[in-house]
C-alpha cells in the first residue's frame, strides 16, 4: 500500500501541478542524478536515426484504410531495429491489418531522445492524420535525466486527453525497465530499475485516469532483456530487431483490446481494484493490460489483466 500511495501521489501531482521530485531525498536525487549521467555517457551519441517505416500496410486488402500513429521516444520510433519492417510500429500496423482484413496507414510521430515534455508537438503533428488509435511508449528519457515525475505524468495525462478527444483510441507501454540496461552498474542499476518502476506506476493511474489503456512491460521484458544481451542494439540500451518483436508482442494484445475488445483466448485472468493498488501491482508484472472500470467509494477502479503474448506477423508489404 506504500508503493500504491507513492504513485498516488505522482499522479495527483501531475494533475494537480504539484512541485518537487515526489519522495525523493538528497540522497536518492543524488544517485537518481549519478545513474542518469552515467547511462548518457555510456549510450553515447547515436550516429543513426530510427528506420522509415511510414505508409501503408496490407494496401491489396479492401475497404477504408484504418489510420494508426505511434508517439514516444526511440523505443516507439524503432532506433536500432535494423529495417522498417523490424520497428514496433510496422508490425503494430501489418497486425491490425492482418486482424480487422482492412489496409491500415501508418504515421511515426515517435522521435529519438524525446521525453514526455516532448509529446505535444508529437499529437500536434499526429493529429494531421486523424488516427483512430494510438500507441505511445515514453518514460526511459524521463528516469535517465532525472525530470520530475509528475511532470513527466503530467504530460503524457495531457496527450492521451487530446487524442481521446479527438475520437482516437490510446494504448501506452509503461516506462520499460532502465535497470535492465547492462552498462549501468550497481547500485545505480537499482536506482534505475526503482524510478522506472515509480514512474511506471504512476504512468498507469494516470493514463487509465485519461481513458488509455495501459500495458505494463516491466518484469515481461527486463528480466529477458537482462539476461540475453543480443535482445540489444549495439549500443546495449536499445533494442535489436528481436528486442522490438518482444515489446509488439507485449503491446499487440492491448492494441486490438483498444480497436474490438478484448479477443477470445487472450486474457488469462481479470481482477477489479482500486487503481492506485492496480497500477503498482501492474508495473511489477509485465504484460499486464489496465482499463477503467467505474470508481468506488475511494476513487477510480480499474481492471487488471494478464493477457498473453500474441504472435508477431511478418510485415510483407509497405506503400507509400
Known sequence: MIRAAHAKRIATAAAYGGGGVVGAGAAAFGLAYAQGRYARNQIGVRRKSAPYADGLYGPRKSGTSARFVMLGDSLAAGLGAGAARNTPGAM?????????????????AAT???RSADLGMQVDRALHLRPQIAAIIIGANDVTHVGRPQ????????AIRRLRSAGCEVVVGTCPDVGSVGPIPQPLRWVARTLSRQLAAAQMIAGVRAGAHVVSFADE????????????????FH?????YERVTQVLFPAVMAALDG????????GEIMELAQAAVDAAAQGGTHLSAQG????????LIRKVRRRPVPDVEQVAS
Do not use: C, K
Open 151 to 158: 511532470a513527466a505524468v503530467g504530460h503524457l495525462e495531457d
Open 112 to 114: 529519438v531522445g524525446a
Open 92 to 108: 503494430l500496423a501489418q497486425g491490425i491489418s492482418n486482424v480487422l482484413d482492412q489496409p491500415v496507414r501508418y504515421m511515426n
Open 262 to 269: 478484448a479477443r477470445p483466448g487472450d486474457e488469462t485472468s
Open 221 to 236: 521484458l527486463g528480466p529477458e532483456f537482462s539476461a540475453d544481451p543480443d535482445l540489444f542494439d549495439e549500443d546495449r
Open 239 to 243: 533494442p535489436g530487431p528481436e528486442g
Open 295 to 302: 470508481r468506488g467509494p475511494r476513487g477510480p477502479w480499474a
